[in-house]
């Protein structure tokens, strides 16, 4: 009998071994390990896990927005829309979107780029966004960001001249990227955001990284995270331009993860797209592709798998590619996308439901505004702490300092010092974030990742567990 | 100015130009055309567009089954749930899932294998459907067969031994395969299916084939898709103790789509996972994926973008890697696991839903047996058509002579000759099918797909629209 297996570590494609993806690492893995060793009744010095290690806000307590739901269950189930519960807006707006559909149902495939009234409505989203032109046919709609953002990096994956292709990520980064990276062999070019200057884009740093990947490697694209993810900050008009010229410059193609547009605490929020429209030629023509989602902002439909990109300039065979690659998964999942048409044309003033959707969504932004003004506050009050300005996403990505001896203890254990700190932070207080090194950071600087939508009161005990436990941890390890 | 783009037709992945998916392709691109056409009141010889082309049941006039329809709507609107409309085992659906959801919101992600009570009740399923036991651990759910299936093709990009992979797939085969094997840059090893005996897999074309291409390959995995698409039999248990048998002395891992198992006609359905069960040692412990999906089925819900597969006997390291790669993406759309969870566990007698739901159910098997027989019986009498018994799947794969005249007609404006008959019906029927050229072939012999669950009427007014189409095709041609 054979014991060897047809796939192997050592036969199987290699580039999936490097993948990590710390949102929903090993120390994640932990946590719902000791969510099980509570509920069989083993003894900790703490209630409950709290989880603040991925942007999920339903699973944080943020309630649904009643608008999206009452037109998803409409669009499932039109029988229901003859109750008089359902305001007459929803059930025009579900009327509206089956007539797009093949016969009336939401179980047919769309187009695989998707649903025409869908992709108008955003493309109308876009223009009232940026006051610069939208067009329904540059829009893709996916599963998610993370599908679309995958789906443009494959394009790059063709060595040129005989070098490598290489894509230019920020560090920290959201760890999508360079798992998808990862996986697709592209090479990771790392630039450094200056923490010291809220987490800016410096041309220098851009610069400097891409000469060193140069040297053996073809870059092809950057890209930025705006609003930053983990990092919080929102870019500057000013700073947008200055990475647009660049990318001009060096020949690159821009990804400009937008997803955290709707989650703006203070500064303006300016898409890569108006800026380099405003900017004029040669910029305007500049090829881009910006994603968007309903995963985040005030709808937080993560569940729901609902995105879309705007791809613009493409050379029309690479389009033509991407859109036949995109065909074969068939197309994104039509209530997601029923979910996207709410968020592009959601309720105005006049309309049945736009009291209570109004509401809703300034309880959002009110919850988000008072998190990330109660955690910078907070950090920056705990010895050995600090924290940049929170001014859009949805987490906290505090500096910390981690002993000497803390230090050694993690080397010893065959961990990087992040991490042991924040599986100390675990095992202790139950509290769940996410190692720095799972995102990447400057050598020799420790941070961790938070997501900060909690309840109030749970968001004050994290705070609190956070902060005694630091104090102890001082104490252990100094 | 640059005129050059950052990515162009020369420097990108050069997999992606090689993509071609007929079910999406250029008859159907054409078929678009001529629906606006008609739209703006262009004159036509028919009044409108018969679309066949692609697996869509809600798009051919199937109802959905109210059940699952309900149950999505209190999923994403449980206050809905309060109508005495809604029945008693809906609710109770409902509240199960919710509470398996992360505080009770489908928005939330799932894990990114899926919700441990749909892995449950698909477990349940599967170990009903075989007989043999199941587990929630080695299923992992998707966005559609077409995501997992490209996920598990992902695995085998690797050289061995310098020589590149190679994938063995059915010819003819559902297109998904050939344009994700492009993509993947893996080798497609083609072997045919036996027309002559219902398309059945013959040992000696699986070793010509595996042999021919181990020439300068290495081949890696063998696709089966049974019941078949587009060739609609359903294996027998003894072809596919062969199959295993064959793949077992070649060291092939097996890539089971069985996505058309519950639109079986006549005979019965063998699972790949029961048939090696069953036949015990060394054959019971070999590597499987197995593949399922809602969107065909009695569910056909196709644009919710549900489906699983069932991975046995991995290697720990390959399954690791193939969960890292797949929670780099977050999670499958959770609206669609409910879906899954409603087609794994149907009301039962003795619940509330149980009769509509047994009444809907068996008028779509009902359909699809009175059609699967009118389309093989009606194909066989048109003069040069030639049709197989339409055992499972929703599809007719009629082979069809095409006049040596039609032929050089076809190659002078660069056409197959079966895409040229088939552009020829749409123009001149407005029925849109695809060549079987999309699919793949014997060479020298052709064919179309059609979709085969049009309501009645239009069923008719298809295979009358054919028959009249080829009678003057033969006329113009002989």
Not at 108 to 132: F, I, M, T
Not at 245 to 251: G, L, M, N, R, S
Not at 315 to 324: I, K, N, T
Request: net charge neutral.
């Amino acid at each position: 009998m054979k014991l060897e297996k047809c796939i192997t570590e050592a036969n199987m494609n290699q580039n999936l071994l490097n993948i990590q993806y710390a949102v929903r690492g090993p120390i994640v893995d932990r946590a719902a390990q000791i969510e099980r060793e509570i509920e069989k009744g083993v003894p900790k010095p703490f209630a409950r896990v709290v989880r603040a290690n991925i942007g999920d806000c339903h699973a944080l307590g943020q309630k649904p927005i009643t608008f999206i739901r009452q037109v998803l269950a409409g669009a499932a189930c039109p029988e229901l829309l003859g109750s008089s519960d359902i305001p007459e807006d929803v059930k025009e707006r579900v009327r509206r979107i089956l007539e797009d559909c093949t016969r009336g149902s939401v179980g047919a495939y769309s187009p695989s780029n998707g649903l025409q009234l869908v992709r108008q409505h955003v493309a109308g989203y876009l223009a009232a966004r940026d006051g610069v032109p939208a067009s329904p046919t540059a829009l893709h709609l996916g599963s998610g960001a993370s599908d679309l953002i995958k789906s443009v990096l494959t394009l790059f994956v063709a060595d040129v001249r005989g070098k490598p292709p290489a894509v230019m990520i920020p560090i920290p980064q959201y760890p999508l990227f360079s798992g998808t990276l990862s996986e697709l062999g592209l090479r990771q070019a790392n630039y450094y955001l200056d923490e010291e200057n809220h987490w800016a884009l410096q041309l220098e740093e851009l610069q400097r990284s891409w000469e060193q990947a140069s040297v053996d490697a073809h870059v092809r694209a950057l890209v930025v995270i705006n609003p930053g993810n983990p990092t919080g900050q929102v870019l500057t008009r000013k700073n947008i331009e200055e990475i647009i010229k660049f990318a001009y410059d060096h020949d690159l193609f821009i990804l400009a993860d937008e997803v955290y547009q709707e989650n703006i605490i203070s500064k303006p929020f300016y898409s890569f797209k108006k800026v380099m429209y405003d900017m004029g030629a040669p910029y305007s023509s500049m090829e881009l592709a910006s994603f968007v989602t309903c995963s985040k902002g005030w709808a937080a439909e993560c569940g729901l798998r609902s995105a879309f990109v705007e791809l613009l300039n493409l050379q029309p065979r690479v389009l033509a590619a991407f859109q036949a690659a995109r065909a074969v998964m068939q197309c994104p999942t039509v209530l997601g996308q029923c979910v996207l048409d709410c968020v592009a044309k959601p309720p105005v003033l006049g309309e049945q439901s736009y009291e209570q959707f109004a509401r809703e969504r300034r309880g959002v932004a009110r919850v988000l505004a008072e998190r990330a003004a109660s955690a910078h506050r907070t950090f920056n009050t705990i010895p050995g702490y600090s924290c940049n300005t929170i001014d859009g996403s949805m987490f906290a990505f505090p500096r910390i300092e981690i002993p000497a001896r803390a230090q050694a203890a993690a080397r010893e254990k065959g961990m990087a010092p992040d991490e042991f700190y924040c599986l100390r932070l675990l095992e202790e207080t139950g509290v769940c974030v996410v190692p720095g090194s799972g995102f990447g950071q400057r050598p020799g600087t420790f941070h961790f990742r938070t997501t900060i939508l909690h309840p109030r009161e749970e968001f004050q005990h994290m705070m609190d567990s956070i902060r005694g436990f630091h104090l102890q941890f001082l104490k252990t390890y100094s």
